[in-house]
């Protein structure tokens, strides 16, 4: 899957919203909103734990690390005394965000630029701090964001290590000096969509564009290309050994990943926990999870609950 979906990762699927919604609560791996104290936190209902006879409903899209995410959030939840059910692999953000709308869902993990994208697509927010601002705006009052976590899936530019610790190289802004002499690699429409705002924003120049689409880690370990765009928390990342470069500038808008929640399913309780859960999560932990569930094939509920354990959540 060419993986630039994130800013439209859940918009391809609304054919799925009637049968996708009776998706059961399996971890299989089928297939990006405040700061601070929590929207949701003060308009959540009172009772306890929330949503349809006190259980809070846990869904996820049908994709490794949203399922993933789910389990995280879920087992979070069960370890405060919360009921849950688990309701993961469903499809679409359209039938995902028509189910918390509706009740049937009350929690969700998403990405915080992606959803105000599928809610107001010319909104032109790039930060962390800007993209949570236009979202309570932008979102009917049933509805919130829990706290965004550190964690992002988003599109990165990313080198080898060797490469990195031989040009001192850490941000896109220290390309400038060698970006000449590089050949930078992505999907095919990476060169259209991004070569001017590179030469705009941090004076970028590459020698030459390759379009590498899915295999654009794997070129960057082999040596044919010395730049990539990389997803943040792509598995390969941790397997090839690649940093992926920090954007001072915002090239690439933020994709945290937050609890999207419908208020009236959740208690203080709970709202507690998954902000817990926002504070610990980082993209490299995250990345490495990642690599256990995609590469290792490890159940997403063990690594789930592994991750809970070693940071003080279980």
Same mark, same amino acid.
């Given at each position: 899957m060419n993986r630039s979906r994130r800013a439209v990762l859940l918009g391809t699927l609304a054919a799925l919203a009637l049968g996708a919604t009776a998706c059961g609560s399996s971890a299989s791996s089928s297939n990006p909103l405040g700061g601070g104290s929590s929207a949701a936190a003060s308009g959540a209902g009172s009772t306890a734990g929330g949503g349809s006879g006190g259980t809070v409903v846990v869904g996820s899209a049908n994709f490794p690390e949203n399922v993933l995410l789910g389990s995280i959030y879920s087992q979070a939840l069960k370890a405060k005394g919360v009921k849950v059910e688990e309701k993961f692999n469903i499809g679409s953000r359209e039938v995902l965000?028509?189910?918390?709308?509706?009740?049937?869902?009350?929690?969700?993990?998403?990405?915080?630029g992606a959803l105000l994208a599928y809610?107001?697509?010319?909104?032109?927010?790039?930060?962390?701090?800007?993209?949570?601002?236009?979202?309570?705006?932008? +979102?009917? *009052? @049933?509805? $919130?964001? +829990?706290? *965004? @976590?550190? $964690?992002?899936?988003?599109? @990165?530019?990313?080198?080898?290590?060797?490469t990195a610790d031989k040009y001192n190289l850490k941000s896109i802004s220290d390309l400038a000096a060698k970006a000449g002499e590089f050949?930078?690699?992505g999907p095919p429409e990476f060169k259209s969509r991004r070569e001017q705002q590179f030469k705009d924003v941090y004076g970028l120049t590459f020698k030459e564009w390759k379009p590498t689409a899915d295999t654009t880690a794997n070129a960057l370990k082999d040596g044919s290309i010395q730049v990539g765009n990389v997803f943040t928390t792509d598995p390969k990342i941790v397997q090839y050994k690649l940093v992926a470069l920090s954007d001072p500038k915002n090239v690439f808008g933020a994709q945290n990943i937050t609890p999207l929640v419908n208020k009236a399913g959740l208690d203080a309780t709970a709202t507690a926990a998954l902000n817990a859960v926002s504070a610990k999560l980082d993209t490299a932990g995250l990345t490495g999870l990642m690599k256990r569930v995609s590469v290792d094939k490890e159940d997403p509920s063990t690594v789930a609950k592994d991750w809970l354990k070693a940071n003080g959540l279980a």
């Open positions: 965000y028509g189910q918390l709308q509706s009740g049937n869902l009350t929690v969700l993990p998403e990405y915080n809610l107001d697509a010319k909104n032109t927010a790039v930060t962390t701090q800007d993209v949570n601002a236009a979202l309570a705006k932008a +979102l009917p *009052s @049933s509805l $919130a964001v +829990l706290d *965004s @976590s550190p $964690a992002e899936d988003k599109d @990165s530019l990313s080198v080898a290590q060797e050949t930078i690699g």
